[in-house]
């Protein structure tokens, strides 16, 4: 079975910097598109990151675009997100999710497997 297991969350000040990771577990990590939702208290879960399953591409929602960088290392089935200038605004439960489908170069909020999340806090 799939697991994803979220790591580097934590309290950091505005302006400061993170890096989450996602150890995936399961079927061959290679084959998946990767990404990263959060979902702030009281709010929907959104997207963030996604990478495709050969990592050849990228995209971002627009808030976060020129501050946080997604990769992937496939030798070690690990997805990573680096955040840095963080935001109150960022303050959330990051979720990382693998796609249903092998070989997709893009990951859509439906059709995943997902974490359990891991909370970041930006203080003010």
């Known amino acids: 079975q799939v697991q994803l297991v979220e790591s580097g969350g934590g309290l950091v000040q505005t302006g400061g910097s993170l890096s989450l990771s996602c150890a995936a577990s399961?079927?061959?990590?290679?084959?998946?598109?990767m990404g990263w939702f959060r979902q702030a208290p009281g709010k929907e879960r959104e997207f963030v990151a996604e990478?495709?399953?050969?990592?050849?591409?990228?995209s971002y929602v627009d808030s976060v675009k020129g501050r946080f960088t997604i990769s992937r290392d496939n030798a070690k089935n690990t997805l990573y997100l680096q955040m840095n200038s963080l935001k109150p605004e960022d303050t959330a439960v990051y979720f990382c999710?693998?796609?249903?489908?092998?070989?997709?170069?893009?990951?859509?909020?439906?059709?995943?497997?997902w974490g359990k999340g891991t909370l970041v806090t930006v203080s003010s």
């Open positions: 990478i495709s399953w050969d990592g050849r591409s990228t």
């Open positions: 399961g079927r061959t990590f290679s084959n998946y598109a």
């Open positions: 999710a693998q796609s249903f489908q092998a070989y997709r170069a893009t990951i859509g909020i439906k059709g995943n497997y």
